[in-house]
């Protein structure tokens, strides 16, 4: 019997999911302007012999960005790497504390994430750190912000699996995917 969700839960829910999809959309259109930019870059390259400069510095930067940015909602879809050796063959009662376990310890890395960034996106702010040398320099400390926000945010996302985890962990109850072959 499931147990019924209050309002407040509900809420908190629906706002967490939507901030995640939200990121997941921003995610999505850098992924895409940055694939625009390759093309123009190699484009640009081979027809005219005028490359976008740049363009290693911005990918650089922006794989770990859009990575960050998808995580939230990842960790909301439990899409997160599992191993199922074990956690097929426990109770509903049991696949609850495995998830609290292993959503504890994301909430946790994810605070050390957010708290250890912090002095560095700090410094990088007051010195305005820039990344490249020659031409192009690309700013970084936008970047060092994005791991800060990012760790805090999972913080709240692992946060909220936890509990779901522990007040309702019949949600969590999957049947395993059926084999091809059957």
Sequence with gaps: MATPITHWEDKAEKFVESFAKFLNIIS????????ILILYDVVGREAFG????????????????????????SILNKSSLRTTLLYGKVSTRGKGYIDVISYFLAAFLFLAIAIGGWPNMIEAWD???QEGSGIVEIPVYPIR?????IGAVGTIACSLMVYHALARPEDFDVPPIESMDE
């Design 145 to 149: 912000s994005l791991v800060v926000f």
């Design 50 to 73: 005028t490359p976008f400069h740049g363009t290693n510095e911005i990918v650089s930067n922006s794989v770990l960005s859009v990575l960050l940015l998808q995580l939230p909602l």
């Design 28 to 35: 999505a259109v850098w992924l895409a302007s940055i694939a």
């Design 127 to 129: 010195i305005l750190e």
